[in-house]
């Protein structure tokens, strides 16, 4: 397994391998990795010849009060992960290295944004629109692999590769949970016991959720009052949205007729959880 810790060092990589018509795909990630990483590592490599990892905690996409400087950290266990994936070359550069003295350039989306978790994180999706757009100038992969955990990001990906005319499929990786429900995340490790027991209230709501639209209860209201009741009475707990939208544009809908995006953000602590399910109310 290759490392290559600085741009320069990726690009020839690539260039290379290139080169050698072999076709590159692609998982990017802040690192501390889980379950839910490697899944998507899996789902990446039989998809092209050389799959690349980055590991790259990106300061434009935290806010002031976010926790950039906790984010964990574990690169030692990250490459032997990494290495026990298959993973051909992980790209490990610094934030000098990204973004240099006298950087400027910013990408920001105009719609996608403005609903969801871009409402309490207004820098958040510029930042993530940003550095996945150098990554693809700088890793130039044939796939990149997303995961579902974090939509709202991959619909920004899916657009901005479109917007940008990028030549890279786009690859949605499921959710991966832990045994009792909870979506894996590297932020799970800030959690003290009784807030991890908390936790189970967002993929426990999104089955709740799943149980009422079933029975036919068709008013978003109606559901987001249940689950909010049901989210408050679990200990330390602090809602931040519980959204039903439209999957493509993120919009609120008012009626469950079709296949719906339920996403949900709920704080404990300083912890900010997050979680989502595509719901269908024809199945
Ligand atoms: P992060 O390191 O948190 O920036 O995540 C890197 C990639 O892993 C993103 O595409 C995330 O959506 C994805 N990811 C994080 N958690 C999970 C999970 N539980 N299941 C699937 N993908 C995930």
């Known amino acids: 397994m290759d490392i290559l810790k600085t741009k320069p060092e990726m690009q020839e990589w690539s260039k290379n391998k290139k080169k050698e018509s072999k076709t590159i795909c692609f998982v990017p990630t802040m690192g501390?990795?889980?379950?839910?990483?490697?899944?998507?590592?899996e789902k990446g490599k039989p998809l092209c010849d050389s799959l690349v990892l980055s590991i790259f905690v990106n300061p434009t996409q935290f806010?002031?009060?976010?926790?950039?400087?906790?984010?964990?950290?574990?690169?030692?266990?990250?490459?032997a992960l990494a290495k026990k994936a298959g993973v051909t070359a992980v790209f490990l550069p610094n934030k000098q290295n990204i973004?240099?003295?006298?950087?400027?350039?910013e990408i920001s989306l105009q719609y996608l944004p403005n609903f969801l978790c871009?409402?309490?994180?207004?820098?958040?999706?510029?930042?993530?629109?940003?550095v996945v757009?150098?990554?693809?100038n700088i890793v130039m992969p044939d796939v990149a692999v997303f995961g579902q955990k974090d939509y709202q990001q991959l619909q920004v990906i899916r657009q901005l590769t479109l917007d940008l005319d990028f030549n890279i499929k786009i690859v949605a990786g499921d959710i991966i949970r832990e045994k009792d429900g909870l979506a894996m995340s590297s932020r799970n490790a800030y959690l003290s016991k009784s807030q991890r027991t908390s936790a189970l209230s967002l993929?426990?709501?999104?089955?709740l959720a799943g149980k009422l639209i079933a029975r036919g209860e068709k008013n978003p209201v109606a559901i987001r009052n249940e689950i909010e009741t049901f989210i408050q009475s679990f200990p330390e707990t602090n809602i931040e949205y519980i959204s039903f939208c439209n999957p493509a544009t993120l919009e609120d809908i008012d009626n469950i007729?079709?296949?719906?995006?339920?996403?949900?953000?709920?704080k404990l602590g300083k912890t900010r959880l997050i979680d989502n399910a595509l719901i269908d109310p024809s199945q």
Do not use: C, W
């Open 203 to 207: 993929s426990k709501s999104l089955r």
């Open 257 to 266: 007729e079709n296949q719906v995006l339920l996403a949900i953000a709920v």
């Open 32 to 41: 501390y990795l889980h379950q839910g990483h490697i899944s998507l590592m």
């Open 99 to 105: 973004y240099p003295e006298n950087y400027q350039t």
């Open 63 to 79: 806010g002031p009060n976010e926790d950039l400087d906790s984010y964990p950290s574990d690169i030692e266990n990250d490459l």
């Open 133 to 136: 757009t150098k990554l693809f």
């Open 118 to 130: 871009g409402k309490s994180r207004p820098v958040h999706f510029a930042g993530v629109a940003t």
